[in-house]
């Protein structure tokens, strides 16, 4: 005995980004969701590694003093250009997560401390500042790094940067280090040199502000696949009377984009290309941003094609197994720098969804499904009997047959003869449309 059922389900083929919605009347909605793209700030504005260094040497007049004080301090500043991706100005930003690794080395003979300061950087309004005491080991130069010294390492988590260098630029750290020396086991010459590396890994942002630049945030060509259609075959007539294709954009980049859809086609194998036509989709995108005022907010706007404004009755009713698009969208598309803004969670998105209502026509429309058919010790058969006992609970009539292949498909055999057995279609309540009662047929 073999049992097999084709489902509306199996006909609009089973997928986790389609649903098929009945409503109170039990009329039937197939909704498939799909994202044509997304761009999240960390990903587009992430936050390299930044890698400096600073050479300090004595000059004559500060060994002089070493030499007859025991002791001598003065202090360096170095402006770091913070290296960043995308054409992106950091005015400032607020860390959650990142270290400051300090490395020093150096060929002085002599003890005394480090103290690194960073004026733009503080936590919870203290200055990001620390003291590293550094010896040299029995006449031998030290060396200070990170792994092996815990007091030269800084957790940035929860930090807040400016990188105006005193609203004076963009993208600048000014780091103050002052250095101490005592007098050790030689006096220094203006030959030696003190080398600082402050390294900062791992950073990761929680607010981001500055100026991003022009950039292009949505992939040049993608496609989508509409698998409603992929066990379709052949050319038969297939309307859905009123699709819909609606277009929801959220975006929460504290900045201006100007998007666009500059190519929608459906894409069936069996035919080749069907173009949208471009009137029903608005030039540019109605796409908002969140203002200063609304950091975190995620701005939403959409927009549908129907049968009124656009040939999504043609594009649909072609069987696309998919959608070839083309999105442009740009940031800041006038070039005039003004403030811009994200947060680690910030993104912009263009979703699809595509609603079918199952309110159409079907003629010579084709589905087919396989399942596995084996007899044990086939070959002392003689004499085979098959009997079909088949229901349709479909509002249409359904011509069925029955293939037996190879483990390659190779057809071998059919069932039934051609147009020998077509099963009427359910019945089906006038008034409202729907059906009341299933058909069932024997065939042996």
């Known amino acids: 005995m073999v049992y097999s059922s084709l489902k509306l389900s199996d006909i609009l083929a089973n997928n986790p980004n389609s649903t098929v919605v009945v409503d109170s009347n039990h009329f039937c909605t197939l909704i498939y969701k799909g994202e044509l793209f997304s761009q999240t700030a960390e990903n587009l504005y992430a936050i390299p590694d930044q890698n400096t260094f600073q050479t300090i040497a004595l000059t004559q007049n500060q060994i002089t003093t070493l030499y007859n004080a025991g002791t001598v301090s003065f202090t360096v500043s170095q402006v770091i250009d913070v290296a960043l991706s995308n054409n992106l100005r950091a005015d400032s930003a607020t860390f959650k997560e990142g270290m400051l690794n300090l490395v020093v080395n150096s060929d002085f003979l002599q003890n005394g401390s480090i103290t690194v300061s960073i004026p733009s950087i503080r936590k919870n309004g203290i200055v990001l500042s620390q003291t590293v005491p550094f010896s040299y080991n ?28 005193g609203g004076t630029s963009f993208n600048k750290l000014r780091v103050n280090y002052t250095v101490s020396f005592t007098s050790g086991g030689s ?42 259609f992929k066990n379709v075959y052949g050319l038969g007539a297939f309307n859905i009377v009123n699709p819909e294709i609606k277009f929801t954009i959220n975006n929460s980049f504290g900045l201006p984009v100007r998007a666009s859809i500059t190519r929608f086609d459906g894409y069936t194998p069996a035919q080749g290309y069907y173009a949208l036509a471009q009137t029903g989709i608005p030039s540019p995108l109605p796409l908002n941003s969140p203002s200063v005022n609304q950091v975190g907010q995620s701005m939403q706007t959409s927009f549908a094609l129907t049968n009124a404004n656009s040939n999504v009755f043609g594009i649909i009713n072609n069987k ?72 349709n609970g479909f509002p249409i009539d359904v011509e069925m047959q029955v293939f037996f292949t190879d483990e390659n498909y190779n057809v071998l055999d059919s069932l039934l003869l051609p147009n020998e057995l077509v099963l009427a279609a359910a019945n089906v309540n006038l008034t409202t449309g729907t059906v009341n009662s299933a058909q069932t047929k024997q065939q042996t």
């Open 320 to 391: 696309p197994q998919q959608l070839v698009y083309k999105v442009d969208a740009l940031s800041n598309p006038t070039g005039v720098p003004t403030t811009n803004f994200v947060i680690d969670t910030s993104k912009i998105s263009l979703d699809m969804e595509v609603n079918l209502p199952m309110y159409g026509t079907a003629k010579d429309f084709s589905v087919q499904d396989t399942f596995d058919f084996k007899f044990a010790n086939a070959d002392k058969i003689e004499t085979c009997m098959m009997r079909t006992t088949i229901t």
């Open 187 to 228: 006096v220094p010459t203006t030959a030696n040199r003190l080398y600082i590396a402050p390294l900062m890994n791992d950073l990761k942002f929680k607010n981001l502000f500055g100026y991003f630049g022009q950039n292009q945030l949505a992939p040049d060509l993608d496609t989508v696949e509409i698998s409603v």
């Open 138 to 165: 029995n006449g031998n130069p030290f060396n200070v790094t990170s792994p092996g010294n815990p007091s030269a390492t800084f957790d940035l988590n929860g930090c807040a940067a400016d990188f105006t260098n």
